[in-house]
């Protein structure tokens, strides 16, 4: 038990579940940041390969927009349904599977008695 002259600190602590949930939402994070980063190609039926830019940077000519139609909306839908998960599964997590709380106790200072002396 943690004597009173010394300074103590209450500090809350997620649960290892927690902690995996946690680290589940920041990995499900980061898939969401590659859903709107990566590059999107598509084939045609005649084996054309048409650069359709990315979901948050859709392409701007008017022949690979109609032949791309709505690739980057889809992805970009895609990147924010995980990005929704991910923030959701990340915060919820403490709450769901709880938190401990841990006392820290301050070592004693040189001026402090009971701390054991370095001179022998």
């Known amino acids: 038990m943690a004597d009173d002259s010394q300074p103590t600190r209450r500090v ?11 680290l589940v939402g920041g990995v499900l994070l980061l898939v969401s940041c590659y859903f709107f980063l990566a590059p999107l190609d598509r084939s045609l039926i005649n084996g054309v390969i048409v650069d359709c830019g990315s979901a948050v940077r859709p392409p701007t000519d008017h022949d690979i927009v109609v032949q791309c139609a709505a690739v980057p909306g889809q992805e970009l839908v895609k990147g924010l349904v ?14 769901v599977f709880g938190t401990w709380v841990r006392v820290d106790v301050a070592a004693p200072t040189e001026d402090e008695p009971g701390r054991p002396s370095d001179q022998d």
């Open 82 to 95: 995980v990005a929704a998960v991910g923030l959701l599964i990340l915060l919820a997590s403490p709450f």
């Open 12 to 22: 809350r602590v997620p649960t290892r579940a927690a902690r995996i949930g946690m």
